[in-house]
């Protein structure tokens, strides 16, 4: 398989494939709704157009990043989530880099979201396509985030069948910029456990799809 790797900064042109890595704490967060229930997540552009879906339907989940704010239900924290009961609900969410990098590429065949917590469904669903050449975007930090490069770099490694220790790339993600800001609080709206959150491999059965549903841009499970 060819694996380009790219910040959004720097897609060009539109991929056939794109696979859009947030490991702290977008898809991470993505993945736990829907593991609470969460029939859809719409991806927000901005926070006013969060805050407008919101005011529409009065029962979506608004999340964002950063400290809680007005008109919103909670933040882009997994350990906050995951007492939350979403069954059969629609989660909106606006982040600073994980929905921008899928919004990036919302023109392309096939996009997926993806964290550690998804890593080998998503392997599976690329290798059950036949995808031959596939763009992860790297989004954190203008894509120099080194724990979502680690995490697109394994699923790359696992798409292409190649049997690989999952353990190095933990590390270096669990090393990361992004982790250590959460461990010292420095990132508002986290809870203690979220770095531990982030890096449990695998810990969900599905990979995540997004596709335009009418004017939404929409993420929902698929089981690989």
Known sequence: MDSRFLGIDELTETPSVAVVVDVMRAFTVAAWAFG???ERIV???SLDEALAHKGRHPDWVALKDGAPAPGFDTVN???LLRSMDLGGRTVVQKTTAGTVGALAVKDASLVLCAGFVV???TARLLRTRGCDRVTFVVTGEDGRADE??????YIAR???GAETD???FLRRAADSRAATELTEG???GAHPDDVQLCLELDRFPFAMVARQEGSLMTLRPHAA
């Open 36 to 38: 609470q229930g969460a």
């Open 77 to 79: 924290s997994p350990g």
């Open 43 to 45: 991806l927000a552009g």
């Open 166 to 168: 999952a353990a190095r």
């Open 119 to 121: 890593a080998e469904a």
């Open 148 to 153: 979502d490069l680690a995490c697109a770099q």
């Open 158 to 160: 696992r798409a292409g």
């Open 186 to 188: 420095i990132r508002a």
